[in-house]
DNA sequence: TGTACATCAGTGAACGCGCGTTCACTGATGTAC
DNA sequence: TGTACATCAGTGAACGCGCGTTCACTGATGTAC
């Protein structure tokens, strides 16, 4: 989007994006509003006239993070059925791509610190984001015997965490990044552990 | 440990302890060295004395954290013996405790952004503390039939991702801490089902 | 026990910096006639 | 098609702030004699 003269054109656009790329950069206290103001080409007091500050920058910037994650989700789900195991994987699968893919809508949505519910619109993009996975849970649960099924909201809980982990701890260079494994590989076999465990795989595999 | 007059008595540890605090306050980036040395009740240039610098500062924190870590986890490890998959168990729980327990030493080490080969003595406390779950991880390896056998790097890599996500999402009020059930739950649970995929722990538990 | 002196932990003033935010303004755009 | 005018996106200067870091200093402590 090129600047075009005294008028930006996209600057609301082009701020979110030079917001994101910064982020990804240096990490969420490395952003800086000014900085992004001059990566768009304009001055830090051009960024008033779309935001209501640097907060309210990186709200946005999350929010669009959880609408692409939400639809990735959404695919990969789809992708599985109609089987409820192929679609609780590729969820899983699905998060570790984004990770890969979006770092610095990642980094705003889980490291940032921002609050779910700093505005309503980010609010109902986490909330349909965390609903695919509840729904592939669900209707995983269907395939346990009842009186050993636990609440599909506990191991969706599980498989969140376990990506997030992943992701956190097996990517970009940090604390576990010497691991000889790939976060890809360690994702996808402790999911496979972990559904065995459910009684969902066959022991072998 | 009081102030005593124009000499402080114990500045370097009282440093470290109102950079802690801070940190849990605050989270990394609310960190100040010009805070922290106001609440150790003396000027911002005295911290040189006994640091290089602010990043000097956090380092020591976050080593000051794997120690502690790594003594925890060793403990919980023998506390298990000579069961192996006890010993495992509790050093997942010892985990999530540490986190509660001490959360500025947790957020200096996995939140701060500094990096483990910052100093070598960081990085050899960071190394003990990691030391710990794999030795863990390789006890409990033996009891899984070898032609079935993961490598433990691998599962101990899993269990802590899980605790770290665990950790991450569902303690302090974070993205997923909506959550019915307590990081406690959420970790025991997620772990014996992970136990029970790798066919170390009956399938009725 | 008393005095001189070396040590060095902490002071306080100063620095340059980049930050987020405000304000009155200017000049490009697009619309009404 | 041409002109007058309203709109409003972006300017640029200014602000107060707290930051990390430096420096010459001061005064408390402890040791040698």
């Given at each position: 989007?090129?600047?075009?003269?005294?008028?930006?054109?996209?600057?609301?656009?082009?701020?979110?994006?030079?917001?994101?790329?910064?982020?990804?950069?240096?990490?969420?206290?490395?952003?800086?509003?000014?900085?992004?103001?001059?990566?768009?080409?304009?001055?830090?007091?051009?960024?008033?006239?779309?935001?209501?500050?640097?907060?309210?920058?990186?709200?946005?910037?999350a929010r669009q993070?959880?609408?692409?994650?939400?639809?990735?989700?959404?695919?990969?789900?789809?992708?599985?059925?109609?089987?409820?195991?192929?679609?609780?994987?590729?969820?899983?699968?699905?998060?570790?791509?984004?990770?890969?893919?979006?770092?610095?809508?990642?980094?705003?949505?889980?490291?940032?610190?921002?609050?779910?519910?700093?505005?309503?619109e980010l609010a109902?993009?986490?909330?349909?984001?965390?609903?695919?996975?509840?729904?592939?849970?669900?209707?995983?649960?269907?395939?346990?015997?009842?009186?050993?099924?636990?609440?599909?909201?506990?191991?969706?809980?599980?498989?969140?965490?376990?990506?997030?982990?992943?992701?956190?701890?097996?990517?970009?260079?940090?604390?576990?990044?010497?691991?000889?494994?790939?976060?890809?590989?360690?994702?996808?076999?402790?999911?496979?552990?972990?559904?065995?465990?459910?009684?969902?795989?066959?022991?072998?595999?």
């Amino acid at each position: 989007m090129p600047k075009r003269g005294y008028h930006h054109g996209n600057l609301r656009e082009a701020l979110v994006e030079a917001a994101l790329t910064l982020i990804e950069e240096k990490g969420p206290s490395g952003f800086t509003l000014s900085e992004a103001a001059k990566r768009a080409g304009v001055t830090p007091a051009a960024v008033y006239r779309h935001f209501e500050g640097r907060e309210d920058l990186i709200a946005e910037a999350a929010r669009q993070g959880y609408e692409i994650f939400a639809d990735l989700m959404e695919y990969a789900y789809e992708t599985g059925q109609p089987s409820a195991l192929a679609s609780f994987e590729a969820t899983g699968r699905a998060y570790l791509a984004f990770a890969r893919r979006y770092p610095g809508h990642y980094v705003a949505m889980f490291e940032s610190g921002i609050s779910i519910n700093r505005t309503p619109e980010l609010a109902m993009a986490a909330n349909r984001a965390s609903g695919v996975l509840e729904k592939a849970a669900e209707q995983l649960s269907e395939h346990i015997p009842p009186e050993k099924r636990p609440p599909a909201a506990m191991f969706s809980a599980h498989i969140w965490a376990m990506s997030h982990g992943v992701v956190e701890l097996f990517t970009r260079g940090g604390a576990g990044s010497r691991s000889p494994f790939s976060a890809e590989d360690l994702l996808e076999s402790g999911i496979g552990v972990y559904l065995r465990g459910l009684g969902l795989v066959p022991p072998d595999g």
